[in-house]
């Protein structure tokens, strides 16, 4: 029994360090729009106790590599007003690394900022947007 143990825990050590450096992937568990509790510990984690899309960007901008956020079906409205921030902690979802984010259709999952700002904000990285629709963003200052 204690030899399998030993083989067990070194196949999941090797599974863990095969996965690429610091990428993460974050699954977002609702449409309601707040901010990351502890931007940069890498939990997508807000005061309402769920992954946000807002927390996941934030998250996203703070871990190396190639990052991913999934999204479920859902109109995610951009509601946190604030403008001229560059965190995603207000307004647009600013992002500075790349990132992936991915829903389950454009008819099925939305991205709206409601007039209330800008939708995305690029400041480096690269930003791929699949099976969503991006809509209400307002680049006036």
Do not use: K
């Not at 993460?24 to 309402?48: E, K, Q, R, Y």
């Not at 921030?85 to 992002?95: P, R, Y």
């Amino acid at each position: 029994m204690r030899g399998d143990t030993r083989a067990l825990m070194m196949a999941v050590v090797l599974v863990v360090a095969s996965g690429s450096a610091g990428a993460a992937t974050f699954n977002v568990h609702t449409d309601l729009d707040a901010a990351d509790t502890n931007p940069g510990d890498a939990w997508c984690m807000t005061s309402i106790g769920l992954c946000t899309l807002r927390a996941a960007v934030q998250e996203a901008n703070l871990t190396a590599g190639d990052d991913v956020i999934n999204l479920l079906e859902g109109n995610y409205v951009l509601t946190i007003a604030g403008r001229d921030e560059n965190f995603a902690a207000t307004g647009d979802l600013d992002v500075s690394e790349n990132v992936s984010i991915y829903g389950l259709g454009a008819e099925l999952t939305i991205i709206d900022a409601a007039g209330l700002d800008r939708v995305f904000d690029l400041h480096g990285g690269t930003l791929e947007l699949v099976g969503l629709t991006v809509t209400g963003g307002n680049a006036t200052t």
